[in-house]
């Protein structure tokens, strides 16, 4: 049984209730080619995606955001700084807190149509204050229409990475889609997402049947798998990113723009969050080390928050509410590390 509780507006509707101002579309235009060159090799910056594990009140995610567009203008020479704000959080048992986007007040109830509301504010305030366009997951597909004109990059995560409605809609993103591998970590599973998500699909969207032409900016994220027995077992190593280089090559008719992100946390930490300092440390030696390795690794994805670490319920402000995130200091460390050896 389906209990009617709230009825969502279009898309079309929610945006027209504020549209975006003209000078934040050019600076939104402006980031989507940067991250976009990244990804097709016209630029060997690296794109940093990097932010806490997910936006659960629009304020500290603000104050975050103003710093990294600080940090931003130091490194902008080597790296693309791209804002996490994930407004949706998957759960592994299907309940508990699912983020902004169901339910902007944590410690409140859902309301769906006040999230969407909410974190267009947010996107449209991040870009405003920062000068950053952000990154967001696309957990819910039919979802991605409310910020599609909002967001610069867009990631699928493990458990969705196999479906096919992600699969479908990424074709018609003209946008960096990372699809991360599934949590059994099989790259064939991986490349088989990519290649669909690059080719042009007819599918139902939106009350429409729609054609797509592709979408040759998606991409591989790497960020470890989970064993029969949920080990965590990292796959950012020479080794595993090699195989994904030959599997690009190996795939019958091409795959366009070759890219791997590596995912420093989640399974590649065991969501040990201080291991992502070193995670990212040894894949920049490995880029030093070969130069294939060097030019299919395009950035990394690394959890941070204003404070250290995670707590249960919102009470210190900037501080995670889900998956434990690097402090500012270590994230302001890390950053300008990445810049220097990228």
Not at 144 to 150: K, P, Q, R, S
């Amino acid at each position: 049984m389906f209990e009617k509780q709230i009825e969502i507006p279009s898309p079309e509707e929610i945006i027209a209730e504020r549209p975006v101002p003209a000078e934040i579309a050019k600076i939104k235009r402006e980031r989507d080619k940067l991250a976009i060159d990244v990804i097709t090799g016209k630029s060997d910056k690296l794109l940093v995606i990097i932010g806490p594990c997910s936006a659960h009140e629009p304020a500290p995610v603000l104050e975050y955001c103003r710093r990294l567009g600080k940090l931003s203008e130091k490194v902008k020479d080597r790296l693309v700084l791209i804002p996490r704000i994930y407004t949706a959080k998957p759960r592994t048992r299907g309940v508990g807190y699912k983020g902004m986007f169901s339910q902007p007040d944590p410690e409140h109830k859902e309301d769906t149509l006040k999230g969407i509301r909410t974190i267009r504010s947010l996107l449209l305030g991040s870009i405003a204050e920062s000068g950053l366009s952000a990154a967001d997951e696309m957990l819910y597909p039919e979802n991605y229409a409310y910020v599609e004109d909002l967001v610069t990059y867009v990631a699928i995560g493990a458990r969705s990475s196999e479906n096919q409605t992600h699969r479908l809609v990424a074709s018609g993103i003209e946008l960096p889609v990372g699809i991360k591998n599934p949590m059994s970590g099989s790259i064939p599973v991986l490349i088989n997402s990519i290649y669909a998500a690059q080719s042009s699909q007819v599918f139902k969207y939106h009350n429409w049947q729609v054609r797509t032409g592709g979408n040759p900016y998606a991409h591989a994220v790497l960020r470890g798998r989970v064993d029969n027995y949920g080990n965590d077992i990292p796959n950012y190593h020479y080794e595993t990113v090699m195989q994904v280089l030959e599997s690009y090559a190996d795939t019958e008719g091409g795959l366009r723009n070759p890219a791997v992100i590596i995912d420093a946390n989640h399974s590649n930490s065991g969501k040990q969050h201080r291991q992502q300092v070193r995670i990212v440390e040894e894949v920049l030696q490995n880029r030093l080390y070969d130069a294939d390795f060097r030019t299919i690794v395009k950035g990394f994805m690394v959890e941070s928050f204003l404070v250290e670490g995670c707590q249960e319920h919102d009470v210190v402000f900037g501080q995670s509410i889900t998956d434990p995130c690097l402090g500012w200091k270590d994230t302001e460390r890390l950053v300008l590390d990445i810049a220097e050896k990228a």
